[in-house]
């Protein structure tokens, strides 16, 4: 059974950058699609990024394109999302998630492994 833990979160300033990491186990992470999520309290969890298999293809939500960057090395067994030029409206909660299908990911259905989260918090 694949296990996600992510890691990385913390406090900071507008502007500033975190790395987000997710490590995995149980299961080679090669064979699964994995994506970013986040939450905050009272509202829907929200799609940030999602990478396929080999990297081959990358895509972002509209509020976080040009800012973050989704990584993964499948040696490892991990994922990253670097974070840049935070805005207080990254603060959420973010999750590692992993599916088997491109498409569960990117629709944000169905997803069938999902780390406990790791908060962000940026300040004014």
């Known amino acids: 059974q694949l296990q996600l833990v992510e890691s990385g979160g913390g406090l900071v300033q507008a502007g500033g950058s975190l790395r987000l990491s997710c490590a995995a186990s149980g299961r080679r992470l090669e064979n699964f699609v994995m994506g970013w999520f986040r939450q905050d309290p009272g509202k829907e969890r929200e799609f940030v990024s999602a990478?396929?298999?080999?990297?081959?293809?990358?895509i972002y939500a509209d509020s976080v394109k040009g800012r973050f960057t989704i990584s993964r090395d499948n040696a490892k067994n991990t994922v990253t999302l670097q974070m840049n030029g935070l805005k207080p409206e990254d603060t959420a909660v973010y999750f590692c998630?992993?599916?088997?299908?491109?498409?569960?990911?990117?629709?944000?259905?169905?997803?069938?492994?999902w780390g406990k989260g790791t908060l962000v918090t940026v300040s004014t």
């Open positions: 990478i396929s298999w080999s990297s081959a293809s990358i």
């Open positions: 998630a992993a599916d088997d299908t491109w498409a569960t990911v990117t629709s944000h259905r169905g997803i069938n492994y």
